[in-house]
């Protein structure tokens, strides 16, 4: 009896020394990836139990019961994140937990254009490959509708998106991305806010918006902004006319033609800033936080005009005879 016990003995110690040998060579053999790499994709909501379903039906692991032994040990199966993985070999089974845990996923990009205005911008986000399109094309035609969908009810779109190139993992909705670039933009907005210079002849934040769209159109030159920005607010403080074509291309809407006439500056519109006092009522494109910059910090000028060059810079002017000279030399070419 003691002769058998003790055979019981060497023999279940002899199983566990090779079961755990077995169960270390298991983590650290590379997994089965192709040489190029493998991707895979982890959903939302996925348990631990369905990761592992995936990855041996894919055939990156095998022996799953170690698998299994490996994630109840080290904890770390709770931690694993949703997302698109891309797998590249060498990788132990401890690698990919890390990766899997460090939410080390794929990511994809997709712009808010400068100068854009809402409807492109939404436009872009629906045509996006990489997005997942929660929203039907009934809301995103409809200010707001859309606006209600992201949580904003009652707020006009345009101008509201952040000016960015965004990253995101696959699996990200249009929705999750337009509110991050909402909040992006109240967050910055709320920055430059604060830290504006003294004296700015605007009311609230949204007014220095209207005004940062409004510079963002006129030039995409960068070091012109401030200027631009400064002629605007002298503007403003001398009660004079914003008189800028931006505005009244935006009110004639999907009339324009990519001219703009005589009759378009003396037709009026809520955004016709030759025939209204003040700012247009709301935005008329999104911006980037160099345009919100310049509203913030304008250059001192005693400019009150300019006009395009055709290069993309401007000629600016202090009073309105060199201001029509500079029309007759670069507009009418006389």
Do not use: C
């Amino acid at each position: 009896m003691t002769r058998f016990l003790l055979f019981l003995i060497v023999a279940a110690a002899g199983a566990g020394w090779f079961g755990w040998s077995d169960y270390q060579r298991y983590l650290n053999q590379p997994i089965q990836l192709a040489a190029e790499g493998q991707r895979f994709t982890i959903e939302r909501g996925w348990s631990a139990k369905r990761v592992a379903d995936e990855l041996e039906r894919e055939g990156i692991i095998d022996k799953r019961y170690w698998f299994d032994v490996y994630a109840r040990l080290s904890e770390k199966a709770s931690g694993i994140k949703s997302g698109e993985f891309n797998l590249q070999s060498p990788m132990t089974v401890p690698e990919l937990f890390d990766t899997l845990v460090k939410g080390q996923t794929i990511q994809y990009s997709l712009s808010i254009i400068e100068g854009s205005n809402w409807k492109q911008a939404i436009a872009r986000v629906a045509a996006s490959d990489d997005l997942t399109h929660t929203l039907d094309q009934e809301t995103l035609k409809s200010p707001e509708a859309l606006m209600s969908a992201l949580g904003f009810e009652g707020i006009f779109p345009e101008g509201q998106f952040f000016s960015d190139t965004y990253a995101f993992p696959k699996g990200t909705t249009d929705v999750e991305y337009l509110r991050r670039s909402k909040n992006m933009l109240d967050k910055v907005l709320k920055e430059e806010w604060e830290g504006r210079e003294e004296g700015l002849p605007l009311e609230s934040p949204y007014e220095a918006l209207i005004l940062a769209s409004i510079v963002e159109k006129e030039t995409a030159v960068a070091a012109e902004r401030p200027l631009i920005a400064g002629v605007f607010l002298s503007r403003i403080n001398k009660r004079m006319r914003l008189q800028t074509d931006p505005t009244v291309i935006y009110g004639m809407g999907d009339s324009y033609d990519g001219n703009i006439r005589r009759s378009d500056l003396t037709t009026d519109t809520p955004y016709n800033t030759y025939t209204r006092a003040g700012l247009p009522p709301t935005p008329i494109s999104m911006v980037g936080r160099e345009a919100i910059n310049a509203v913030m910090h304008p250059e001192e000028t005693k400019a009150l005009y300019f006009v395009a060059k055709g290069d993309g810079t401007h000629q600016f002017s202090e009073t309105l005879e060199q201001h029509n000279a500079a029309v007759r030399k670069y507009q009418l070419k006389r």
